[in-house]
């Protein structure tokens, strides 16, 4: 795969890009970059709240034959459905760039849980600084990983602190329990009021923590740094980031598109059916606090839930949503 363009409105940016990254054409628009470029892969990169019309423009250019965008995949639910079925329809590969899937220190922790070495899953629990939509995403795509992107049962959320208005529209904190079976829970914590695990209190971001508790043992996976495993035995393991496999989520993640227009994998671990299940439950946290009540994830009404909250809580501006 070679870069041959890119389009920012900020032009000036995109330049220096392109010359940074020996990239050989840029421009100032999508319309301009589409009307003379003939793509197969477009990355689109810009606010989540420009998402649908962006990637539906892009679907409908013949040589495109993949989109990948950033997370959150869109805001609302329903902007998020309609640009699937877009790419569906068009026979688009849509991938979001939810990269932890890729991540050495969660592909090994998954190994291990894959291997019985932390015996029969008991319940999972994942935290993240940054609210649903800035990082609750990646901890809600993490946990569906774990769990072979099964679909939940029900989902019961709360939210305090209410909706900010930033680039990652979202509750300032959030509180989900995501119900598997009986026997198996998810319990998700995001935003402001979810723990500090990190030593440095300036790194807000890598406050992203994944655990897995078994019935021989529990680990604790925590985004960028390693992770540790308490096993039953009295064993502890502790691996720094730097003693796993050294890996490029994001180059993998690329590879893993070309893999699959290649024909040489059929589906991408990122693909928009996985997200849009991600999707779902965050939005289930939403319907789930609104109404004081357990909710199924594919219940219908769920694309509202965030406007409905946010006019019964309030909007908030704060410094992190930036
Ligand atoms: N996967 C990850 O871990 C990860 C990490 C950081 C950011 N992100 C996501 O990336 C997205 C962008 O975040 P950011 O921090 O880079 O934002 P940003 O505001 O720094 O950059 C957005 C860019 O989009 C450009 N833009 C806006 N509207 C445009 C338009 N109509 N046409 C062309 N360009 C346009 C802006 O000029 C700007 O350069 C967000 O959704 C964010 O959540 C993901």
Not at 24 to 32: F, L, V, W
Not at 135 to 150: A, C, V
Not at 227 to 237: P, V
């Amino acid at each position: 795969m070679k870069l041959v363009a890119a389009a920012d409105l900020a032009i000036d940016k995109v330049r220096k890009f392109c010359e940074t990254y020996q990239v050989p054409r840029s421009y100032g628009t999508m319309d301009e970059l589409l009307a003379r470029e003939e793509p197969q892969v477009v990355t689109f990169i810009a606010p989540p709240n420009l998402r649908r019309p962006f990637v539906q423009q892009i679907a409908h250019k013949e040589s495109v034959r993949a989109i990948l965008i950033e997370k959150p995949m869109e805001i609302d639910l329903a902007d998020a459905e309609a640009m699937v079925q877009t790419c569906r329809d068009r026979g688009v590969l849509l991938v979001i760039s939810h990269q932890s899937r890729f991540m050495t220190e969660f592909l090994e922790a998954r190994a291990w849980v894959e291997q019985g070495r932390i015996g029969q899953l008991e319940c999972l629990r994942a935290t993240s600084k940054g609210n649903l939509t800035a990082q609750g995403t990646h901890m809600i795509d993490l946990l569906q990983f774990y769990l072979n992107d099964r679909e939940p049962l029900w989902v019961m959320g709360q939210i305090d602190g209410g909706i900010e208005t930033g680039l990652h529209r979202a509750a300032v904190s959030a509180a989900a329990t995501i119900s598997y079976d009986d026997h198996l829970h998810a319990y998700l914590e995001a935003g402001l009021r979810s723990p500090h695990h990190h030593p440095d209190p300036k790194q807000f971001w890598l406050n992203c923590r994944l655990e897995v508790h078994g019935q021989e043992g529990a680990l604790y996976v925590d985004w960028g740094c390693g992770l540790r495993a308490l096993l039953s035995d009295g064993s502890r393991i502790v691996k720094a980031r730097s003693d796993l496999p050294r890996r490029d989520e994001h180059l993998d993640l690329v590879s893993e598109i070309a893999d699959v227009l290649d024909g040489k994998t059929s589906s991408h671990r990122c693909s928009a059916e996985n997200g849009l299940r991600a999707h779902r439950i965050l939005s289930s946290i939403y319907r789930s606090a609104h109404d004081r009540r357990a909710v199924g994830c594919t219940e219908p009404g769920l694309s509202v839930a965030l406007k409905e909250i946010t006019t019964a809580v309030g909007a908030v501006s704060l410094a992190t949503s930036a």
